[in-house]
């Protein structure tokens, strides 16, 4: 290419930009921010750069994330052993208590600093904080899984007030009960939740995979948009299955409540998160309405 | 180029462009849009995209416009015959009645409208509007070219009025002096005057070329970046010459002001004011204080 | 008279004066300036006196004026032939575009700098800035009369911002249509629909004659005062005819609207704006509701 | 005079005034109201009439009364008797407690009424009541002629939240010490301590003659207009003798502190407060810098 | 007692009374203040005390007077003989004015300054100032009492235009009807009007008895708490009677029109106010709704 | 005691609490909140209950904790040996990280769920929140202590987002150097340095020993207040020794810069900090500038 059509694709894609860029000033975008690729050093800070370029512009992120290996790592350490019920580990009161200790005073002290080093001023925060999240215990048939919670309440103002005042807040996914137990909760549900309860703009996954697949053995396949029907459609064929579905009925929950879009988006590609929300074809699957 | 190779091309365009996005948002851009091109369809429509964006994007453009052949024209069709003094036609009362007539009669309300229709709020106003422009009749060695002005005073409140209230203003350069006599004014010399005034962060000439080259016949000899030093060795070395010259004072007149940086910019080539603002190699010459 | 007699005239002036000063405090007042008188440089200047007192006292004017003899003038002098339908002119598209430019670029720019020269902020603008005036063409039979428009929307927006920050708008009659076709528009009609859309105090008629007449002969059967029946009864009477009619007609489409009051005074008497808005007999004729 | 005469003359009147009214909205008029004339029910009725007036354009008016006859009728029946020194009423502490009462609960409460009659909101209050006016004891010479003070401070706070809101504050001319000791204090002392500390547009004494003459016997000697060191002059000159030295020296004083004018007006002719304030010429004697 | 046992005396204390500061903070209290024990220093100066700690820890009173001895000793020592109807004083004309004159002149004027030398910024009013009460004749069967009024309207703009600036409104009870006669009002009944007009937290009624009893022999037998079909119950038993009747029936009005509850406590206890606001038993009776 | 007698009592303990529940209004009081008793459940939770009450009569606290044994008991469970320089352990980087996990993690949001608990909102941060706190590494002779933190910047604006919209900082004492390294920081260091920024009105100490004694045998040697020279000669005379003196030595630094008040208290009495914010004698000792 000759340096006029560099200059000619340059001016295109920001003619393609600047209408994203307007439309999003000031909206709300919750990102869940989890998975493999937590522990990849280069791609944690590619997403913090991102996180960061869209403060500065204007968008108002809310990071919302998960526990990764870190929790068993450090169960592993104390030598605390856990029960299984189909699979699915039973949270003791010890084990909430470990894992609170390590969402709120390890992955989420780091995920602040690492977006205070970009100078984007984030707080760290959990469900207890201003008690931003009520919550229930979730029942599994009629099984305990012990110290689990889904959300019944979210302290919106306080969310406000630090968006207001230009913070980023960045949650843990831990919460209170109405007896004041402390309960551990789904990451990607208490995006979900938050997401609603600010009536945000966007609410993006940030997965280990591209978005959902007609045959997720062809990267051709990918569906780019969905509406509510078609989630629903493809369920039913099996084409979605497996840890995809409570991410896309998490979607259409948020999309039902008010949310304009939901995203599901490939972390590990680089700059994901730019391309979704600034260029026409966006990235990954986007969910909406209809 | 492979798909991924446009997203990896696109992002970077991006990432390049955000940080001006936010610099340059709620600042002062004075456009001076005048020369050849004006009577180029496709080039005044490009422009008033960009203009567009700019807003759109949060930035505040000030629009200061020429007035091309549409002058002359019409002196020639009312039949009305000029006198010159070397070679510059002289100003009598009736022709910057006529002149005044066209700019904010004619030139004016035209480009008001193509803003308009590109959703845009624009005011166009000469320099007796809110009493914008007070002149003094401009001195050319001992001979009287007629009602040509210099600008003593800008209404900075009338422009900021319409600034914060989110209209573009498009200034005619059509001004009064205390006697209440109306006088003609050179637009380079009135845009240098707004920026001035204003504060502005940016004062941008678009002319029929593409700023200052070491040697006009070589394309590939741009001057990209000049201090006020530099400008005075260039015109000491006769490399700025002719109609650049005006040009290049009135720059450094604005930066000594405490503009932050003067451009001047080819207006035939499409989008340039974008890739200007929003990329890391702009485009023509810029100038700053050092 | 001795000095204590005019001691007491003048308080009993004052007397009957302040109680109207503070009831038209900040209310808006859509005036119609045009007409022959146009062109008497005392009756100008004193009619420019009266509306800079109105604004110094705390009213807020707004102008609309007409065009007078100079679009004909200029016509004449471009050798504009003009095709005529039942007497009326044709405006072709070549036409209006005269008659914008007379318009906005002459007589528009002369009433701001009179203004101006008062001391008085005054922005001269048309119908396309801020797209003030949105029109259709007008209907007239089945003829095609041109680009005359009629007035469909009023950006009350713009109006205000002007007002608020205490410039006077002074409206030339010029608008677009959907099809951004350039129109003319009758300058009565204008303030008309000015008028209705600011919800103004009053709207004020300044013509060739002083309101209505029982005998048009007769100097003392002037009508102080006509409720919207009357009007009809005076139109089917025939004592109201001819190019009075539509004046009457603009009056109690105000009225009917929500503007409190119109006149019809005789722009050709000196002060005839301070008696009507000061003193408790007025001047001219006033149309109101009831 | 004719119709048109009539028109004229009130026309002219209205160009006069105009920009009186506008100049002094929103400032402070400190009004001395006190003398023989309080008697008189239809002076008191015109006085209070021109004071609505006042603040129906705008103006601000600040009200201080003196006692008149009311006091010396009430110690009357009270059957109490005064001691005199040089002729002087000496204020024992009975005296004061009966001439607070009738301050402040016959003669302050009746203008109140007054005022509230016309619709203007007024508020009668004494140097008491929020602590407004802090005296100390009066000197003379060696003698003691009890509890008649001088002000030491104004609680400015106090009248300026008043009038912000809009109220007439209507004040008897009583104020405590540090000791909390009540006194009597002089009315137009009063006024010019107000006058002061509001920093008033205009201090004006309503009293039982118009102004100061050259020679009293002459009502063509008036003096329209004094400066400081006029005022000097004509003491010296004995041109200024008795009663009237505390009032100009007043005037003097609130002058040299920033009041802009003072002015010492008839109360007894109707409207003298109208035709100061809105006629070129204005009426009685007006005292200011230079 | 030990200095511990003090100190978790005092805490106790300050746990107790910590909410009520909180909860009844910006919040209005109407005090009616009046009775024998006006004339005890002690009392007075106690009473003063608490209602200035009321105003430092932020409620907002506002105090209405009686008047006491004064009145009676005045027309004594005037002379002024009065009729009487039912053994009910006859308030004609001269006597109002005398009234006047004590309540506003003398006792109200008193009270603004025992608050003034606390610190406290008071302003003293009559229902004249700013129309504060607007009032009728009292009928009473087919007699006349001559001007004993009964309030229609309280001016509540100028009462919070007076707390919105932390002045404390001192009040007292006269007032004009439409024909702008003076009256004298009853003082329960004007604070039971200025509290309905002001939407009080509480109406607390200062007297010379400590609230209800059952038996008025037993000082045990006080009623803590009513409700609205209690006081019913009582009256119709007898157990409330005479002068209780009025007061309690005010207290039911009150409550009826918003007030949250009306108190009525025995003025002679020292400090009796505070413990009623800040203690969980209170003091005297309380009426409540239900 | 009689019912009066306690009567009497409560009135005099409002009374005396009154002026200072004014006086602290809207004011920051910062405590440390640390020690041996941060284990006793008791204790735990009256102390929650003042400062529940504190921030309810409008007192803006911000707690400030250490770690006590919780960090300790980690360390051991994760058998990690510690190496230590003059007694004084070294905080290494894997200790220190387990540090932050347990104060952020575990400590930190156990304080806020006890102050929600009483419908109080929290917000547990640590010094990497928002940028809280900037340090360097402390020097210790010239032996290298490891990841012991000074602090040299505190982000004030932060706490005052936090505080104006009514929520209590509960800080965990972490913060970064320029390297991004986290470091351990001394609890009564921060509070010191935080009291500073936010320019308090208390600086409070909650410690297990109730103030500075003459005689630490005698418990009636308490000294009650102290200022910086008194300070200076106790510390001289071995009165003020060990672990007291970095304590009073933070408390003369708050106090020298601006500080109105620092105070020693017994965390172990209950309600302490009540007594000493509402009661005139206070509680422990105060170290005031003089």
Sequence with gaps: ???????????????????????FRKKVVVIKYGGSFMDDQGIKHSMMDDIALMKLVGIRPILVHGGGKD???MLKRLEMQSSFIDGLRVTDKETVGIAEMVLCGKINKEIVQLLENRGINAVGISGKDSALLKVHKKEYKDKDLGFVGEVDKVNVK???????????????????????ETYNINADHVACAVAKAVNAE????LTDTDGVYMDPKDPNSIIRRLNISGVEELIRQGIISGGMIPKVENAVDAIRSGVRSTHILDG???????????????????????
């Design 268 to 290: 590990t590609i680089e700059h994901s998160l730019l391309l979704e929300l600034f260029t026409a074809a966006g990235c990954g699957t986007m969910i909406k309405e209809d």
């Design 71 to 73: 929790i068993s790592n």
């Design 1 to 23: 290419m000759t340096d006029m059509d560099i200059y000619i694709e340059k001016a295109n894609t920001l003619v393609e930009a600047l209408p994203y860029i307007k439309q």
């Design 202 to 205: 966007k609410l993006i996954y």
């Design 158 to 180: 306080f969310l406000q007030d630090l968006i207001k005042n230009d913070y980023i807040p960045v949650i843990a996914p831990i919460g209170c009960d109405h007896k004041r």
